[in-house]
Structure formats: C-alpha cells, structure tokens
C-alpha cells in the first residue's frame, strides 16, 4: 500500500529524484501506469532512465544503459539538484517529527557518542533543500515518529511556519508523508504534519498510538483506495527476480 501511494504521487511529466528501495519501486511503477513520461533520475548520474527490471543499486548497469543521458555526480547535484530542477525527491527517515524534519545520523547521546549511528545523510539534505518538494516514505512506529529529532539531518520546517524562508531554502520542503498507516501532509498555516488520509483498514487510534507525538488528524479524514488489479500486477512484475542463470 505504500509503494501504490508513493507511486500515485507522482505526475506524468515530472522529474523525479529516486532512491533504492521503495521509492524506485514506486517510481517505476507509476511510469509503467499512469505516468508514462516520468523523468527518473539516478544519484549516480543517470537521467531519464527507463529500466526493465528494479534496479539492484543506483550504480546497477540497467539504469546507464536506459538512460536518455548519464553526467557525473557533481553535475546531478549543482545543475540539477541545487538550482530547483527536480520536481519532486524522494526520502526515507529512521526519525521524522512533527515539522518534517528527518534524522538518520544518530540516535540517542550526542554526535560524537550516540546510543547509535545511522548510515548519515548521503545527499538526502540537498534533496530536502532544495527540491520543489519532498516525499517522504517511513513506517509509522513510536521510535520513528518522535516529538523532536535528535539530530536534523535533512532540514523540514525546522520549527515551523517560516523557518525554511528564513534559512533560504528554495525547495517547498515535505508535501506528502507516506506510512503504512496513511498520508500526512503539513499544515499550509502551521507546517506541522496533519494525517490527511488512512489506508484501506486502518483506524484513527492506531495512528495515534503509532505516534510520538499529539497527532492532528484533518476534519475531512479521506480514505485511500486500495490497489487496483493492475497495479498489483505491474508490481508483482517489478519485483520478480530472474532467475539464477547459474
């Protein structure tokens, strides 16, 4: 359910930053649905690749040689990435909180002496700077949706209203929250993240236990379609391995 909502985010035409994982996933398979003329871009340098099968990393050779163009890595991030020429990035967070603010460094103690250390930030925070908006996809749990991060690797809405202005951030920061349980979007007043739709199956409480904080919920709670026949196919087809040709 994650990945179809992830993937029904997104807009034919748009220029995607994508990640390994569910976000490729996900971008995929809107491009093999409804959005044909997806533009996905690779960290490694890839631009409009159209690979056939889920690629196994963004160095994996199908994304090269599908792609309309490959440049290298400085050329992703200072021309495309940093002057606002991605429509929309994707991210993942091992802590999110109630601004959008996203920690995957550490976790617990200080920098130097964390309880634990995380993989970092790769280009997750000039993903969350600067394009023109950000999704974020992470399993809504307690220990993830914290009431403040501690430590903001990938910049939100920091406080809230006003904080990306006044830092000069160009991009529109967090649009969509995607989780397990539904869709948060952030507050246009506030900023802070509001669950806007659930899943197929899920209540109200639970998201609330499933939250570090005192989650808002909107007034006109919406709920999400569950997948369509097609969909389901699509996807069962993206994530078949080949098999072993040993």
Same mark, same amino acid.
């Given at each position: 359910m994650m990945t179809v909502a #992830? #993937?029904? #985010?997104?807009?034919?035409?748009?220029?995607?930053?994508? /990640?390994?994982? @569910?976000?490729? =996933?996900a971008a995929n398979l809107a491009r093999? =649905?409804?959005a044909r003329n997806l533009v996905l871009v690779y960290e490694s340098g890839t $631009?409009?690749?159209k690979p056939d099968r889920l690629p196994l990393s963004i160095g994996d050779g199908v994304l090269a040689d599908t792609a309309v163009s490959v440049v290298g890595v400085p050329e $992703?991030?200072?021309?495309? @990435?940093? +002057? /606002?020429?991605?429509?929309? /990035?994707?991210?993942?967070? #091992?802590? @999110?909180d109630r601004f959008g603010? $996203?920690?995957t460094t550490v976790i617990g103690g200080d920098y130097?002496? +964390? !309880?634990?250390? &995380? +993989?970092?930030?790769?280009?997750?925070?000039? $993903?969350?700077a600067s394009c023109r908006e950000v999704?974020?996809?992470?399993?809504?749990?307690?220990?993830?949706f914290v009431e403040r991060v501690d430590f903001v690797t990938s910049f939100g809405f920091g406080s809230g209203a006003g904080e990306r202005e006044r830092l000069g951030l160009t991009g529109a920061g967090p649009q969509l929250v995607i989780t397990d349980l539904g869709v948060l979007r952030p507050d246009p007043v506030t900023?802070?993240?509001? &669950?806007?739709?659930?899943?197929?199956?899920?209540?109200?409480?639970?998201?609330?236990?499933? =939250? !570090?904080?005192?989650?808002?919920?909107?007034?006109?709670? !919406?709920?999400g379609e569950p997948p369509t026949d097609h969909e389901l196919a699509v996807l069962r087809e993206l994530t078949r391995r080949p098999a072993d040709p040993r």
């Open positions: #992830a #993937a029904r #985010a997104l807009r034919d035409g748009a220029v995607c930053f994508v /990640g390994i994982g @569910l976000p490729s =996933t093999r =649905t409804h $631009i409009g690749a $992703i991030f200072n021309y495309w @990435l940093q +002057p /606002g020429r991605i429509d929309v /990035g994707f991210l993942g967070a #091992a802590q @999110l603010n $996203i920690n130097r002496n +964390p !309880g634990v250390r &995380l +993989p970092g930030a790769g280009g997750a925070p000039e $993903i969350a999704v974020v996809v992470v399993r809504q749990t307690e220990r993830a900023r802070e993240l509001v &669950l806007t739709e659930l899943h197929p199956g899920v209540d109200v409480a639970t998201a609330h236990e499933r =939250t !570090g904080w005192d989650l808002r919920v909107a007034a006109d709670l !919406g709920r």
